[in-house]
């Protein structure tokens, strides 16, 4: 397809069979306009790896056909991936006040907010680029701000819902747009993108004022200091436990590095409302009677470096957990991090406190519509064709089925995967191609180094460490001029071990002693045969098998 | 205390503060007996290490003492560590037909059969030891031929409960000794012993039976095959697949190692009744109707390389999974394998299969009661004085509240932990000495033979690989006669760093010209001053903190 015939379509760069790295992007003719960038957290496979962001080559290849970054709202899984994407090409992003907050306190720690060009936008923007015009409408979430996106093309309308639920009751001034929503839904769609994480759950999701319910009558019943911690960027949430210390006359202290920095933007710029005077500084906490006290803290994931972990511990310089302290786990765990929390759960008890954790204590709401909610939006839009994103294929699948449910027609709902290109022409969509895509690995600070073989020695060198062998041979005699030199590391503990190292080294004299003729010249040969009889008889001997690396100084 | 003096003690080597390697012991005058001997399995953090048994060196210098192993029951964390103990002290192990079945199959593979002697008792045995004799009462549990053990002592009856449930309907004859129960409670209990693993969760532990229910309405609609997945050793469960077979008309196959291994074992002594004909081998699969065939396998916690994951990713060889083959996990995910069950499921979807997953859907039953369990275990015993063991300390906490609500008198109970003694002297309790204890790694063959410093390598290796620098120097003269060798693994890789790796041999040769006087003829210092600035350099430069390993050879 040549580049500037005028066709429309739809691909994902992350965040379909995946939970995570959310980009997507529509291309019209010579145009692309690219929705969100986030990461995704590496599971313990990929050891070393600090962050997965999209493959981002093909923007780069067509970069100055991109017209902007349109991005629905301040989650890591929609924006992590920025820095890196503007590293490669300088686009202007556009979102709106509080995400912006977010995306800039980034940029900032990569020096890059100087260059870059941010376009704040809300619920009532129009862009225009020339054949497409961009509206917006507001969803509800766990994070203030969110948008869907409503793309007019020529060939009709593409709506992208953004991550979103129906709460009719949400904390602060975050009611969806739903009456603009039908109204485009009227109009007509082409196209509905709708976001899947909860498709596995019937029902519709609690509001988020149930939590602030739940979080009023812990505070009142707590004789002592309470410790909460949730997301940091769940504001709403802050905002009621900000009205809670009100209710029950306490101040309030903040600990952990991103809480500080997300309730610094979303007090700044109007998305917070704390009372004068009600916030104080960690060290102040000991000045106040305990009754009059409650922190509100980042960590309740289990992270083993936030305040939470180390408050736990009692590794938190100043502030103490003390007997009949209430603590609340006011987060669920995300899937992976259920150890961490319990662990953390456990050492709360050992110091006295009363915890309050685990699902059914009303603590934490999903910011994810559940399966009504996901039909109320397809009901909504009526959109003739339809591609569930933002989920692994389970999700996708149980969303198509929901889309079917309420009268999207069977075969008009696409199941693409990362790098399928969705295409529509006179109003027909098919897939039929796709574009390169895959995961960069950040490891470090270079994007994209880190390749299958390194991952693939991490892996053998984590479980069974290594033996550097030297060998110390005459270039003319071919022979051992010096007793081999032998290093483990992570293998076995050499002082609990000679026995074992010293039938290596005899081992590896008979070994190099017994090639003969033309393979004596070959110091690959010798290597090979070194590297073959260490290790088989280290793994008859102990059944582990390290890393062998065998050096040869010629001399 | 002398360690002839008739007093009688109570201690835990394992299982207390955590989840997993149970293994406790009575000790009366000059006598030990140990009951059960499991292992754990280790979280990512212990990298390459297969199991974490007990610290067993206290019972290894008293071994002359122990009179018997007494095993409750055949879950791992109850008997693996067995093999260890035995290769470290001959001791009589005393258990039930179906334990001992799993037992031996350890002793088989570790090649320790031969050479111990085995006790096959049951719920009606008596086994006197001088003062002690030992009576047993069965339990309910997720598993065959439990038992809870009495022991009766001069001082007066100590209660172990094994791991239970009250089932009042469980498959097989499982029925708890509950007269029993009340007659020893009637008796009189100085201490009981009794397992918190599900102290968190209140009410009663729902039956067996209803998970058989389920499964032969899933049976009965499925359409074509099924593949169910559970815990091989879960032989109730299983007998009720086989029933659900029976009623549908299916024949079954068996597929992983472990549940044929099981299967067999059940089968040949007596715990599973499977009707002639039903067995199947997985080559027949294929040439049956699919409407008339069930498979039964193991891998229902996402182990990676059991049969379920293998057939989710068709790479189990002869047998696939279809479209509309309906796939059941009948066990929930134990914490921190939720990642990799989801990952399987995603995988089944794609294949077209319809998978019943999840809580919720009656496919799952715990065999470890419940808030209400524990208090009729406590009703029903009446001790004085009562240790919660097998748990995770908030729920030896939780369980300590239960104790407390059916009238367990307050400060009776000992919240203690591995290697904490509790002496027991004319019939009052104490609590101040302890034992040396602690985790012993399994890493490869030996045990016990991978320490802090070996794991704190690995850990380095597994995050940013490491650089061996050989610097080949003149001993007289104290330069490099050659340029030094440098070699990465699970750093970067090599061909994309060049720069870098150009940078750190010049930024080598010249930290080794700089050391001037003394230190030239140190080749530690030499070492150290190359550790420190290549660290430096790699650091700044891309983030990571690879292993550094100089190595002088000396020419």
């Known amino acids: 397809m040549s580049k500037h015939e005028a066709s429309l379509s739809f691909f994902a760069l992350g965040g379909l069979h995946e939970i995570g790295k959310n980009m997507y992007a529509i291309e019209y003719g010579d145009k692309i306009i690219v929705i969100d960038c986030g990461n995704k957290f590496p599971d313990e496979s990929l050891l070393g790896?600090?962050?997965?962001?999209?493959d981002m080559s093909y923007l780069q290849e067509n970069k100055d056909r991109i017209k902007a970054l349109i991005v629905t709202h301040g989650h890591e899984d929609h924006i992590g991936g920025i820095p890196y994407f503007l590293k490669k090409m300088n686009v202007p992003v556009y979102a709106t006040r509080f995400t912006l907050g977010l995306i800039e306190l980034k940029l900032d720690e990569h020096k890059l907010l100087r260059d870059t060009e941010l376009v704040e936008i809300n619920r009532d923007s129009e862009l225009n680029f020339d054949e497409i015009s961009v509206n917006f409408f507001k969803v509800s979430h766990s994070i203030p701000d969110c948008l869907g996106i409503v793309f007019t093309t020529p060939e009709g309308k593409i709506v992208h819902t953004g991550d979103f639920k129906f709460d009719l009751t949400p904390a602060g001034n975050e009611h969806s747009d739903i009456h603009k929503m039908a109204e485009i839904g009227r109009e007509g769609v082409l196209l509905l993108i709708s976001e899947s994480t909860n498709a596995e759950r019937p029902g519709l999701t609690p509001t988020e004022q149930m939590v602030g319910d739940h979080v009023l009558e812990a505070f009142r019943k707590a004789k002592r200091k309470v410790i909460l911690?949730?997301?940091?960027?769940?504001?709403h949430r802050v905002q009621q436990v900000v009205d809670a210390c009100h209710i029950t006359n306490r101040k309030l202290a903040l600990l952990g590095r991103s809480m500080l920095n997300v309730v610094d933007i979303a007090m700044e710029r109007g998305y917070l409302n704390v009372p004068e005077g009600m916030l104080i500084e960690q060290d102040q906490i000991n000045e106040l009677p305990p009754e009059q006290v409650a922190v509100l803290c980042t960590g309740s994931q289990g992270e083993p470096n936030a305040a939470l972990a180390r408050l736990s511990t009692g590794n938190f310089r100043g502030v103490e957990i003390l007997p009949e302290d209430t603590v609340i786990f006011a987060a669920g765990p995300i899937p992976g991090n259920e150890r961490n929390?319990?662990?953390i759960v456990d050492n709360l008890f050992t110091l006295g406190a009363k915890v309050i954790y685990g699902s059914g204590k009303g603590m934490h709401v999903s910011g994810h519509g559940y399966q009504e909610d996901l039909k109320l939006m397809l009901t909504l839009m009526r959109p003739t064709y339809f591609v569930p994103i933002h989920g692994e294929y389970r999700m996708l699948h149980l969303h198509r089925e929901l889309a079917e449910s309420v009268g999207v027609e069977e075969g008009n709902t696409f199941l693409i995967n990362n790098g399928d290109v969705l295409d529509i022409k006179n109003k027909v969509a098919t897939q039929t191609r796709n574009i390169p895509t895959g995961n960069t690995y950040v490891d470090g600070v270079a994007a994209g180094d880190v390749g299958e073989i390194v991952l693939r020695d991490r892996k053998q060198l984590s479980e069974d460490g290594m033996l550097v062998i030297v060998l110390t041979m005459s270039k003319r005699e071919r022979r051992l001029i010096s007793e081999p030199d032998t290093i483990t590391r992570g293998f076995v503990y050499a002082k609990e071990s000679e026995?074992?190292?010293?039938?290596?080294?005899?081992?590896i004299k008979k070994t190099v002693s017994e090639i003969k003729g033309e393979n004596k010249y070959q110091w690959n040969e010798i290597k090979q045969n070194?590297?073959?009889?260490?290790g088989q008889h280290i793994f008859k001997q102990t059944r582990k098998k390290p890393m062998i690396l065998p050096i040869i100084i010629e001399v």
């Open 49 to 54: 790896v600090d962050l997965i962001i999209p």
């Open 229 to 235: 911690s949730t997301f940091a960027s769940n504001i």
């Open 341 to 343: 929390v319990t662990k």
């Open 499 to 507: 026995e074992l190292l010293k039938d290596v080294n005899r081992l």
């Open 530 to 534: 070194v590297r073959k009889s260490v």
